[in-house]
């Protein structure tokens, strides 16, 4: 087959791990016909989870719960949300600066409250938000749901695999939704009324903007479950690769932070308007994206009709999975991929640039390609610039003051995550504090 497909049947199931130029004129090129997802036969297991857009068939139904998502998540839309975005931001550095050891932590509850305020408008003032901690409890379950799912039906030996109990696991999962799923929509909804004349918050989420209507009728019951479901998308980015990274690479830190020393000052926190004059910040944002890879893998994608590529035939129900991680670090793309090189995207010409820039594959392909791109887009670049311009971040160090060296290792799973590590947060200068309000 050719090198960019590699092609293998399982149990009579064909499959294509897809990359490069394939992964392009396949999952984005003939996307009519590659945008379908597989079957689940064994959907009684996961019966209710069914309505999660990444593992909705081709059609109607999904196609007009996209439509709401492409309206609700659109630049413009998501631009709304820069303000919330900076609050938590900070909330997040000042957690940092008082208690820096607990960063992962701090990074999941400013996940989790960014979902809130911009999904359903709620402010998270509480350490112990039940909404968001159900937010962190359904991202974790529904991203692992959805390759667990796949895995067992691939692979039917999988469930007797100890640690690997799914059918289990599924029936835990299928009793948490009314809380996952309904909650937060639920309080959305009984306050919608007095939301609508109060709340700049609610009016701009995007349940608010697919809700609330101009003349406060209410809206048929279809739209309204599609939001309910779609408002639960909203998943982390990984700044914990992102921190590991800055780590690990001092000298980058260095040169992005004189940037941000040289554009924004020591007088004032960063700011969305200051993304056009860091060109430099802008490389190390791509090169975390490339380097990190938050999803390794697409979602697998069904071919509904039979197909012909390069002379290969593709049956029909081949299921195709985009081979993320493999394109961003293959080195005929990407010179020394392992490397962190954030100067890897400077000074290219316009097209080595677009064909080189991760975002064409981080965010996967065709029609199925992330639609929370642009609002994902902002809140991991705005926190990544927040943490840099505040600290340095650099290895832990032991009692005797010796760095403990970090392993570059990620846990198993659809999302790349660090396995834990430790990490020392240091104030840039002695402004911090008064910049995050803290004196
Ligand atoms: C850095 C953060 C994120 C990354 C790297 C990411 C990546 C991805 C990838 C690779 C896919 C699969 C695309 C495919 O099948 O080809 C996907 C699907 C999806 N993402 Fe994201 N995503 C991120 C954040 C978000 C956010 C913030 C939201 C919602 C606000 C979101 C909503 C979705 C949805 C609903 C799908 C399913 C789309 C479909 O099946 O049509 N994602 N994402």
Redesign the pocket.
């Known amino acids: 087959m050719a090198s960019d497909m590699v092609y293998l049947e399982i149990f009579g199931q064909p499959m294509v791990m897809l990359n490069n130029q394939a992964a392009l004129d396949l ?1 984005d090129k003939r996307g009519s016909l590659y945008s379908d ?1 597989p079957h689940l036969p064994m959907a009684a297991d996961f019966s209710g989870m069914g309505d999660l ?4 068939h081709y059609g109607e139904k ?1 196609q007009f719960g ?1 439509r709401l ?1 492409n309206q609700a ?1 659109s630049a413009r839309a998501v631009s709304k949300w820069e303000g919330g975005i900076a609050e938590e931001s900070h909330a997040m550095l000042r957690l940092l600066y008082s208690d820096p050891m607990k960063f992962t932590a701090h990074l999941n509850k400013m996940a989790g409250s960014i979902v809130m305020m ?2 359903y408008g709620h402010r998270v003032v509480s350490d112990d938000d039940p909404y968001v901690n159900l937010a962190i409890e359904f991202m974790e379950a529904s991203t692992n749901a959805i390759t667990g799912r796949w895995i067992v039906d691939f692979l039917p030996l999988a469930k007797y695999i100890p640690g690997l109990a799914f059918r289990k696991q599924a029936a835990e999962w299928r009793a948490r939704i009314p809380d996952w799923v309904d909650k937060a929509f639920d309080s959305f909804k009984e306050n919608m009324e007095s939301l609508q004349h109060s709340s700049e918050d609610a009016k701009n989420s995007l349940c608010g903007s697919l809700m609330i209507t101009p003349d406060g009728s209410p809206v048929d019951p279809e739209t309204e479950n599609r939001v309910k479901w ?1 408002a639960t ?6 700044l914990d690769v992102f921190i590991m990274a800055m780590a690990l690479n001092p000298k980058v830190q260095a040169k992005a932070q004189k940037e941000i020393d040289e554009v924004i000052g020591r007088d004032r926190l960063p700011t969305f308007q200051d993304r056009e004059y860091l060109p430099f910040m802008e490389c190390v944002f791509k090169e975390s ?1 490339r380097w990190g890879t ?2 390794p893998l ?4 069904r071919l509904i009709q039979d197909d012909v590529y390069n002379d290969y035939f593709l049956p029909t129900g081949t299921i195709c999975i ?1 081979n ?1 991680w493999g394109i961003l670090h293959d080195e005929t793309l990407y010179k020394d991929p392992e490397s962190f090189k954030p100067e890897r995207f400077q000074g290219l010409d316009p097209q080595e640039a677009k064909k080189l820039d991760p975002t064409n594959y ?12 642009n ?2 887009h902002s ?2 670049w705005f926190s990544m610039l927040g943490l840099l311009s505040s600290f340095v971040i650099s290895p832990d160090i032991d009692e005797s003051g010796k760095e403990i060296p970090i392993k570059v290792e990620f846990e198993p799973g659809a999302i790349r995550h660090t396995k834990p590590f430790r990490a020392r947060f240091t104030p840039r200068h002695n402004k911090v504090a008064d910049l995050l309000s803290l004196v």
């Open positions: 999952l997802r857009t990444p593992i909705m999904f996209r998502m998540l911009s999904m779609i998308s909203g998943f982390g980015a990984g994206l938050p999803a697409s979602v697998p994608h985009g993320i981080v965010y996967g392909f065709g029609r199925r390609r992330c639609p929370g791109k609002f994902a809140a991991a």
